[in-house]
């Protein structure tokens, strides 16, 4: 069975300092790894996949699968940055329902 | 708005009682998936149906079903509604590749 953890219920940083959002998975075959964003009354939306490896509103994220972990980092947090991250599997195959961790609130201190 | 709409946004029921859900996909997405999020269990994947038809299923009772409309509007049925069943349920739509899946506003359900 797949499995994603966030081990941090809540993560508190202050404005400038680096983040970093621990996400591992257990997964048999290849899986895809999504972070989901949601900001205060918003809807969940997603802000990375690991398959572009691309870096959006500075954050980055890098599939290790000999540690199966998938964490999501950013240098410098902006106040803006507050939110709750769920990180998401996808098996694949064709059924695309995602598996997810049950979510960080990252509050990010002035 | 073109985005992922659900209704209604909160419902108040009984135990026992059944209840529907809607869900409207994005314009053109073909496959909508019913997640469920509660505080013990987090977000759980229930069900995928994709231009109609039964794409896969997670964690969902028996208790539970869906289906997709001609239209691509899905319904979620929730029966004999128990008080552990509270939770917002969101419905996502995609069109496929890319996989992003874009997430409505939810429905919170309260069984009291």
């Known amino acids: 069975a797949q499995r994603v953890t966030q081990p941090e219920k809540l993560l508190s940083v202050f404005k400038g300092a680096p983040v970093e959002l621990k996400c591992n998975y257990s997964?048999?075959?290849?899986?895809?790894l999504f972070w989901y964003v949601q900001y205060s009354r918003q809807r969940l939306q997603l802000l990375l996949r690991?398959?572009s490896r691309e870096s959006i509103k500075g954050f980055t994220a890098d599939l290790n699968k000999g540690e199966t972990s998938f964490h999501l980092k950013k240098p410098f947090a902006q106040e803006e940055d507050s939110a709750m991250y769920y990180c998401?599997?996808?098996?694949?195959?064709?059924?695309?329902?995602?598996?997810f961790g049950k979510g960080t609130h990252l509050i990010i201190q002035p | 708005d073109s985005g992922v709409t659900q209704t209604p946004k909160h419902l108040i029921t009984a135990t026992g009682q059944r209840v529907t859900l809607r869900c409207s996909p994005r314009?053109?997405?073909?496959?909508v998936y019913w997640y469920q999020q509660s505080l013990d269990q987090g977000l759980q994947f229930l069900i995928q149906?994709?231009?109609?038809?039964?794409?896969a299923k997670g964690n969902i009772l028996e208790r539970f079903s869906a289906q997709q409309f001609p239209d691509l509007h899905s319904e979620l049925n929730l029966s004999s509604l128990e008080l552990g069943d509270s939770a917002l349920y969101f419905c996502?739509?995609?069109?496929?590749?890319?996989?992003?899946?874009?997430f409505g506003p939810g429905t919170r359900l309260t069984v009291l």
């Open positions: 149906y994709y231009n109609g038809e039964e794409r």
């Open positions: 998401a599997l996808r098996s694949g195959g064709g059924a695309d329902g995602l598996t």
């Open positions: 314009s053109g997405d073909l496959s």
């Open positions: 997964y048999s075959g290849s899986p895809e």
């Open positions: 996502a739509s995609s069109s496929g590749l890319p996989p992003e899946q874009f």
């Open positions: 690991h398959i």
